[in-house]
């Protein structure tokens, strides 16, 4: 596999956030990822984005929120653009603040990153224009202003852009539940071994019934769901970041057989597993 370059962000420990903006922007940087959120505003052009295994077009305003680690890259050819990138330390979930009743919405937002996200509408031009105004002041007035943005961001329409991501920590933020935590830490633990509805609800004192009831009213999804979800997930960043064969990534997942591994997969993906490795090389390449 050709290697993802990772990228050493300007942020110092002393900074809440940095932004840069840049006019006339040549997007000449390979596919990149670092351990930083990113929130991109890319204006007046148009052309190519990749996040994660996404591929897609964008035109006019491009506004997009990524969380650590996702490979991302911006390619166009037309240089009459302006595009200002927002970047802030992961160390932001760390604060006690986050984890006041006023902040859960934005430690969902977070959360929700790791898959890509896309904003659209007229609240994402709203925002465009603060993020702008942003890059005109200076002092302790920037860090309400973020924060401000990252609130508004929480209530404007969004789509996820990546498919490939573990959902471990969405599902844990969006139930606030200990027992969903306490199930996807043991899921996501044992990933690679055999894992039974009776097993898990066991481990949190519930019979079987109950406990299917329960994850399903926590998550939106049944509890075979979310397993099979995960154990995708975990066989697409395999297949994209190893050489293993798609064999074994089959029984590292936790797949019973081969057969099973490459339905559910071309089922969730839209393609084998050989197929996926192919497309992300194929954008490592092209990027």
Known sequence: MTEIQQEICPISGD????ILDRKNERFEYAIHCHPEYEINVVINTHGTRVIGDSEESFTGLD??????????????????????????????????????????????LLADSMQGL???????????????ELTRIQGFQTATMFLNILNSLT?????????????????IHQSKSRRISKVC???EENISQKITLSDVAKLVNMSDS????????????SFIT??????????????????????????????????????????????????????????????
């Open 63 to 108: 506004f997009v929120m990524i969380g650590p680690y996702i490979p991302h890259v911006w390619r166009s050819t037309n240089y009459d653009n302006r595009a200002i990138t927002i970047q802030f330390s992961p160390d932001l979930l760390n604060f006690p603040i986050m984890n006041k009743r006023l902040f859960l919405p934005i430690k969902q």
């Open 15 to 18: 900074d809440l956030f940095i």
């Open 226 to 287: 979310y397993v099979n979800n995960l154990r995708v997930a975990k066989a697409c960043d395999l297949l994209a970041n190893t050489n293993l064969s798609a064999s074994e990534i089959c029984y590292d997942c936790g797949f019973n057989n081969k057969s099973n591994f490459i339905r559910l997969f071309t089922k969730r993906k839209s393609m084998t597993p050989i197929e996926y490795r192919n497309h992300i090389t194929q954008l490592l390449i092209k990027y």
């Open 210 to 221: 109950a406990f299917s009831h329960f994850f399903k009213k926590q998550t939106g999804i």
């Open 185 to 187: 830490r043991y899921i």
């Open 118 to 132: 896309q904003f659209y509408g007229p609240d994402a031009e709203r925002i465009k224009d603060e993020i702008v």
């Open 155 to 171: 209530h404007t329409p969004r789509r996820k852009l990546v498919s490939n991501m573990y959902e471990t920590e969405n599902l």
